[in-house]
Structures are given as structure tokens and as C-alpha cells.
């Protein structure tokens, strides 16, 4: 059985359906993501599981029983929130011993599970300060502590690594994980930073306007996205308008009006005749040098329209001779070289055959 | 220095002049040894020891003391749940219910809160009915103060604790109530220095027999202005300040950074 099972959920504020009939199951020890753009519904999906709200129709289960008439005191899921929501008027702590507390431990157990808390999250000495004497990356694991301290059976994080700049950010997801497997709680996290819920996840639900637009392995998500709003919304991916010409088993072949033949991987349910997009990711699409032989099927050449330089990478933008734009990425390999290519340069762009992905319209 | 700082200087001052000389004069002679509010003759405390001697003065005080402090008890306690309500809630017509008395002609409430004793209530006016006008007032000014302390805040806090396991009751005593207490003292400070020295409200809903201070003061002032007004004006003067300050300290320091 599932640890907690969302049944059917729908949330509407007024006429706004902020959750439209959801459904996902998580499992024990799981690392699930819910991941969407800002108003998407994941904060108030969450927000039921917590239970600061109710649905209007559906079923939160937590081990199989429905939650509707336990209040959140009494749910053993706890929060970390995007402001911390650390008690100021308390120390480090009486913050963490405030669940231990409230399920009425002894003073004595309470003050050893403390100490292992300050511990587990390094801030050992820090038990007599304040969270307004705390740098923000101390009061997000002073945060943690608190919400692991009394074992939850779910840790529900919101968007806690938010308010972090963005080394901190990369520094508290390693340490999440590492926190995450330890402790072994399951931790159903939500963000809209779809990097952050790819390096953390064991599975992601991609929510758009209250729904769930895939829910998959974060490797599948991105190298498999099941709309254009998947495509579009994890990580980079350049498209462009295709027909299906043919459709095997092994293989599809699109018609890129002005381009020519395409070959993509085949895909379940794909006719010929279907419109859409022929879908692919920069670091699929090699750049190179107009004249240069290449052995991949799909082939093209085009004008560098412009590049982006982030130190690591550059991503070109190269123009298609039907007027489509396609982003390749190239690592600088070579020390001190921000590009490769001049904007205006004639290249050849190419992938795999297996490479890309076509998406109904 | 610069020109138009000059004349901001001038300006203030005058302003600062024109607040607070009155005052002084009133300090300054309380110590006069002289009867008549005219001319500085020398330094005296005889007027403090005849204020100290004059019984019905004495029992003026006492009777706004008992009045001021029972009223901004009330008011403390009733004030506080109102912000909390209008925090909570957001009904729209819950604040102009709570604030409207405070922004009301002091005359209007009186003469209300007057017919309101004798027609609606029946009661007979003396201390009771003081000190339930005084907490009708005082109200609006710890529910106004209370909230703004609750709209400062992080709402997430309270979701935090029921979160962890705390229950409505725990999350106000452990959490609310500690966060909110400066807002609570600030506003029963501001009740107390708000009923001591009200004469209109008290006027109106007074009954005959016990003197109340700002009362005795004015029908002492009938007379004549005698040093002894200065005296006790002095003292009133001195016990708001000090309430004032302590109140404001609370309301800046503090509330900004929690209870610590």
C-alpha cells in the first residue's frame, strides 16, 4: 500500500479550480517532487496533505485511512516552510524540541533527541542562539531539524531552498539528499526550480493549472516529456513544427515544411498524417563547420543567429533555412574560448536519429 | 550651516516652543512659593505636601487609579481578542465596529454612554459605569495596536506549530500570545494614561459622591489656580510620561524583534 494516496483531489477557490481531480500515490522512503510554474496548484495540493485546507471533493489517504477529519496537529506529516517559519521568541533549541514537546516526550529524551538533531544538521553549538542570530542557510537546517526531529512519517518541504543564493542552494540540495536517505522519511517537495527537482527526486509530478501533466523518474521527465509543456518547461528544448510522413515500429519519419525529412524516434500512438512538433534538446544538436562530413542522418545546415556564453557552455542559436531556430549547445573545452562560431557564420547543425522526440499537437 | 536648515531649526523649535512652555510653566510653578501663578518668588514643596494633606484630593486619586487600572484591564483583554478577531477574519465591518469609538466625538459617547446607563441598563452611575465607558473606549486603541503587531508578522508561525503537533490553545499560549505580548503590554500602558486623565466620558457617566482626578482638578481650577493644580497636574504629567515612554519603547525596540 502507498504511504499517503491523494484520491481524485479537486481544490476551487470561487471559480478558480487551483486543483482539478489529481491522483498520486506516493511511497514509503520516497523523494517525490511536485514541480509547476507559480499558481500551477502545488502549494495548495500541499497545503491539503499538511491540512491548513481541505479538498472539496477527493481523498487524502495516509496509510490507507482518509485524513479529512484529522487536524494537522494530529497528522504525523510535518512542514518546512519557504519563510522557515522559525519561532522567534524561541531558541534553536526550544525550536526543535517544540514537536517533541508538543507529543508530550520526556524532558530527558527530549533533550538528547535536540542534541542529535543540532547534530545531524551541524549546528551543534548553536542550540542557545535565536533564528534572528542565524544566516539563512542555518535557519533552513535549523528548519529541517525541527520538522525531522519527531519522525514524521511525510516531511512536506515548500519551496524551502527559495530564499537561498544559489551556491548555498546547491550545498542544501546535496545535503537534503543526504538527510532524506538517513533519515529515511519520505519528502514530498515542491518547487518551481525544475534543475532543483531533477537533482533531487526519486519521481517528479509536473502540475500545470491543477493538473498533472506527467508524473515520471526525473530522466524520463526530461528525456521523455509527454507534452510541449513538459518539453518546454524542463530545461531547454528547441521545436519545431513537423508532420509524420511514416510511422514504424523502429522509427518515425516527420516532414519539416521547408527543411526536409527528419528522423525521430518512434513513438507510441503516433499516426502518420499527426501534426505537432519535432522536439530536441541543445546538447542533442552537434554544431560544426559547413563543409564538415558528418555520418548522422538528420542533417541541416543554417546561419548562426546569436550565442549564449554561461562560462561552462555556450549555447548557439542557429537559423534554419525554413526560418525555425534551433539551439545547439558546446562545451569550452578549451581554456579561455567563449565561442566557436561568430553570429552570421554558415554551420551544419545534426543529431541522432534516436535522438529528439515528437509531440502531438 | 546652510540657510534653509537654519529656518527648518527656527521652525521646529517654535512648534517644540509652543507644545511644551505651557508645560513647563505649570512644573516650574508647582515649585513657587508664592499663592498666586504670577512671579517666581522662591523654591517650595509645600504645595506637594498640601496636595499630600488634602484628603478628597487623595481619594480623587485613588478613585482613578482603581478606575484606569480596572478599565485598562478590561480593555487590555477584550482589546487584544478583537485584534486578534479582525486579524483572523477579515470581515470587513469588524474593524470599523472595533475602531469607530476611538475616532468618535468624545462628547457624542459620553452623552451616549450616559443615556445607554440610565435608560438601557438601569444603573446607578458611580465607578461601574466609569470604568465600563473608560474599557468602550480603550478598546479600539489595543485592538488598532495588536494588530498592526499581528500584520508585522509571519503568518506561517502559527501554521508551524499546529504543523507540529500544537493545538489551537497550545499554538496561542506558546506562540501567539508571546509574540503579541509587547503590543498587549503597549496597548494596556496606552489604556491606563487614556482613562486617568479623561474628562469628558468621566464627566458624562460619573455619579455623585466619589471625586475622580481630572474632575477635582477642574472644579479646583473654578476657584482659583492655585500652586496645589500645578502640583498634581505635575504628578498626572510625570505618571503619563513615564507610561508613555515605557509604551513606546515596547512598541519600537521590542516589536521589531520579538519577545527576546
Redesign the interface.
Known sequence: MALLEIRNVTRRFGDFIAVDNVSISIEAGEFFTLLGPSGCGKTTLLRMIAGFDLPDSGQILLDGKDMVDTPSEKRPIHTVFQSYALFPHMTVADNIAFPLRMAGKTSDEIKSRVREALDDVRLSNFGNRFPEELSGGQKQRVAFARGLVNRPRLLLLDEPLGALDAKLREEMQIELINLQKDMGVTFVFITHAQNEALALSHRIAVMNQGNIEQLDEPSRIYGFPRNRFVADFIGKISMINAQVLEAAPSHLKLMVAGLGEVTAPSKEGVRVGDTGVMAIRPEQVRISHHAEETELKNHFLGKVQGFLYVGDVTTYIVELPNGASIEALLPNSAPGRAKFFEAGDPVAVSWRHDAGIFLND | MRRSNIWLWFAAALVYAFLYIPLVIVVVYSFNDSKLNAEWVGFTLSWYKALFNNHEMLTAARNSLIIAVSASFCATILGTMAGLAIHRYKLKFLPVLVFTPVAMPEILLGVALLLFFLQVLNLTLGMISIIIAHTTFCIGFVAIIVRARLQGM?E??F?????????PW?TFR??TL??IMPAVVAGALMSFTLSIDDFVITFFTKGVGEPILPIQIYTMIKVAVTPEVNAISTLLMLLTLTMIIIASKLDSSVLR????
Do not use: F, H, N
Open positions: 509571519d506561517s508561525v501554521e508551524a506549530a499546529r504543523d507540529l503537533g500544537a493545538s497550545q506558546l506562540i508571546p509574540l524583534r520579538g519577545t527576546k
